[in-house]
């Protein structure tokens, strides 16, 4: 019993490790403003971003969204972040403003 709950609770604090992080700050939940490179229309649009772990959440100015998921969910660099969009099998680079 004792290892069946050891497993859970490991299980659970996994999946709280998973963050967006940015200079060992976690990043997830606001929204920061910036560009993103489309890579399958070869144009880049005006967005805002919100981080949810390897998620994020791409607004554009239309009104539409769309979530890729980040190559890392350790930011290295703000202005050079890359993702995927699995559901078009897209790239996309984010140059995200006000994490520094």
Known sequence: MRTVLAV?????MAGLAHSAEY??????GQ???GSAF???????YYVDVEFDGE???IY??????ITVTLDDEEIDDPHNISAFDYNESVYWDLDVDGLE
Do not use: A, E
């Open 38 to 44: 489309s890579y399958g229309t070869s144009n880049y």
């Open 23 to 28: 200079n060992g700050r976690i990043v997830d």
């Open 60 to 65: 554009f100015s239309n009104g539409g969204y």
């Open 8 to 12: 859970v609770i490991l299980s659970l």
């Open 31 to 33: 929204t920061y403003s």
């Open 55 to 57: 998620d994020c959440t």
